[in-house]
């Protein structure tokens, strides 16, 4: 297939392009670079011997990506891009509504413009708000708490009246969880701007010695040692999960939503004891108050993906924080920084 990846440039659209260049597909990526930079593509050719096209291009442009999809005969599109930072959608909510909304809207229209039905929509477990009960199934209760994650419940709401109104559609919404580390080369990986607003990328700043130490946001929380309970999701799990859900769409119209966890909860102070033992390096924190915002527990029921999609996550939190140690410590300044030799 010929797959477009908008955001693939991004964290989880480079892992996504591997995986997808590994399982055969050609891969065409759009991206505005507002978050990200090329030299993660240069480098999934690295990994993968094969290159993916890429365009600059913002998916709020409409001609701009009438020339993308006018310049490959595109199959199916993940639609990765957008604005991603809860905090500063709390304080830029038009930017994010304007970013994300328009981004979606724009590219559903070329889509239809250009007869391509399959599509795959980067949603988020942040659409739960605060759940009533854990592990959280697909039918849960929706609510948002800040503009960015109200941008994924529209966009997941918009692609459900779609698929309603053109049963030829065949859309898929995932919901990940927390997406952690990165590919085991050691040649991508997260390369947050400014200081990181995540725990993994915290910790691997702090382990590098970028940082002093960690702020362990409460200790008490109605959690076993007190401090947040997420489901941590390795980068390369959730990316063979696009190219699960692209081979399941092939032959199934109407719109469909699957969360892509793991179904296990780890606690931060479980995250920072695993880190430690993976790397060695010692990760020096204090707890510090609540983050505003933040909820005690979150974790998937993953079984939807399981049964229909033929995807369960295969790595580890340990995996992970491996992975995690390796990119950061080869790639001390991201992808900014000179070459990694690999
Ligand atoms: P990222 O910022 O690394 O990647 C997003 C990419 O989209 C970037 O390369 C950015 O330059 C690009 N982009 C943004 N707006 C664009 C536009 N208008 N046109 C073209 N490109 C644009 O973030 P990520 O972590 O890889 O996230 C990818 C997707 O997954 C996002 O939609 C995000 O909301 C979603 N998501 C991420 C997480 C997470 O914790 N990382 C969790 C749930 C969902
Ligand atoms: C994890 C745990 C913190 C940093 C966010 C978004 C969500 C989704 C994924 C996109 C929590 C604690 C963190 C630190 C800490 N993104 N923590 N010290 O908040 O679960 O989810 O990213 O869709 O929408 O909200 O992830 O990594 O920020 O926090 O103690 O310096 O680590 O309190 O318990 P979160 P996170």
Redo the contacts with the bound molecule.
Sequence with gaps: MNVLLTGGAGYIGTHTAVELLEAGHDVVVADSLVNSHEEALRRVERITGRGAAFHRVDCTDPDALRDVFSAHDIDAVVHLAGL?A?GESVHQPLRYYRNNLDALLTLAEVMNEFGVRDLVFS????VYGDPEAVPIPESAGLETT?P??TT?LFIEQMLRDLAAADPSLRIISLR?????GAHASGLIGEDPQGV?????P??AQVAAGRRDH?????DD?DTPDG????DYLHVVDLARGHAAALDHLADREGYRVYNLGTGRGT??LE?VRLFEEATGVHVPYRV?G??P???AV?YADPTAAAHDLGWKAQLTVADACADTWRWQDGNPRGFAGEPSEG
Excluded: E, H, M, Q
């Design positions: 991603k809860v949603s988020s477990a942040t800040n960015y994650g994924k990940y969880f927390n997406p952690i990181p607003n995540n725990l993994f915290y910790i960690l702020s362990v946001f409460g929380y401090t947040g309970v997420r606690s931060v995250c510090t609540r983050r915002g933040d909820i979150c």
